[in-house]
T-cell receptor, first 114, second 118 residues
Framework: ETGVTQSPTHLIKTRGQQVTLRCSSQSGHNTVSWYQQALGQGPQFIFQYYREEENGRGNFPPRFSGLQFPNYSSELNVNALELDDSALYLC?????????????FGPGTRLTVL | AQKITQTQPGMFVQEKEAVTLDCTYDTSDPSYGLFWYKQPSSGEMIFLIYQGSYDQQNATEGRYSLNFQKARKSANLVISASQLGDSAMYFCAMRGLNYGGSQGNLIFGKGTKLSVKP
């Protein structure tokens, strides 16, 4: 196990609602990245947080927003849910340094939008 | 732009045999990292192996090895002595490396579903 936890494991929402997903990073890690994985696809980068600041963002609309807390845990918020937001949401933690560092993933939150 | 291509949607291998999963990449970054992850049906992405673009030797981790051919822009994963528990989706991913700069995000391929037959 990586030590990265996510909650909840499963979630069902209706179109137009808002959702908050949570991630606790591995001990010693200061960076959290969020990914969306649609069925049958590879994960797509949403954004990354480093020391409570957004440190890069993928091609996702502003209704996808996030936070990182002083203990390096993180939240992903999605407003005005659409049917296409149904996916597995993965968070990954890592320790930011100048060379290659590995992102370790949590078990994911499976979101279904009806 | 960075891109990862995995051309094998599905692969079968007999238990105890070796299997190679293909991955080609495209990038304009002078330095980059290549990763392989395993995703069982439970959904968690499990890190397997890493190869840096300037590493002189191919990476190995237990039964996993990475056949890195920089000129061909390929980074194939070799699994030796396949086990039933190896049945899963396998994703190749890459990230540009900016020494001293931002960490960068992972770009993933579409994955290969490996099925190990008893």
């Amino acid at each position: 196990e990586t030590g990265v936890t996510q909650s909840p494991t499963h979630l069902i929402k209706t179109r137009g609602q808002q959702v908050t997903l949570r991630c606790s990073s591995q001990s010693g890690h200061n960076t959290v990245s969020w990914y969306q994985q649609a069925l049958g696809q590879g994960p797509q980068f949403i954004f990354q947080y480093y020391r409570e600041e957004e440190n890069g963002r993928g091609n996702f609309p502003p209704r996808f927003s996030g936070l990182q807390f002083p203990n390096y845990s993180s939240e992903l918020n999605v407003n005005a849910l659409e049917l296409d937001d149904s996916a597995l949401y993965l968070c990954a933690s890592s320790f930011k340094r100048g060379d290659a560092d590995t992102q370790y993933f949590g078990p994911g939150t499976r979101l279904t939008v009806l | 732009a960075q891109k990862i291509t995995q051309t094998q949607p599905g692969m079968f291998v007999q238990e105890k045999e070796a299997v190679t999963l293909d991955c080609t990449y495209d990038t304009s970054d002078p330095s980059y990292g290549l990763f392989w992850y395993k995703q069982p049906s439970s959904g968690e992405m499990i890190f397997l192996i890493y190869q840096g673009s300037y590493d002189q030797q191919n990476a190995t981790e237990g039964r996993y090895s990475l056949n890195f051919q920089k000129a061909r822009k390929s980074a194939n994963l070799v699994i030796s002595a396949s086990q039933l528990g190896d049945s899963a989706m396998y994703f190749c991913a890459m990230r540009g490396l900016n020494y001293g700069g931002s960490q960068g995000n992972l770009i993933f391929g579409k994955g290969t579903k490996l099925s190990v037959k008893p």
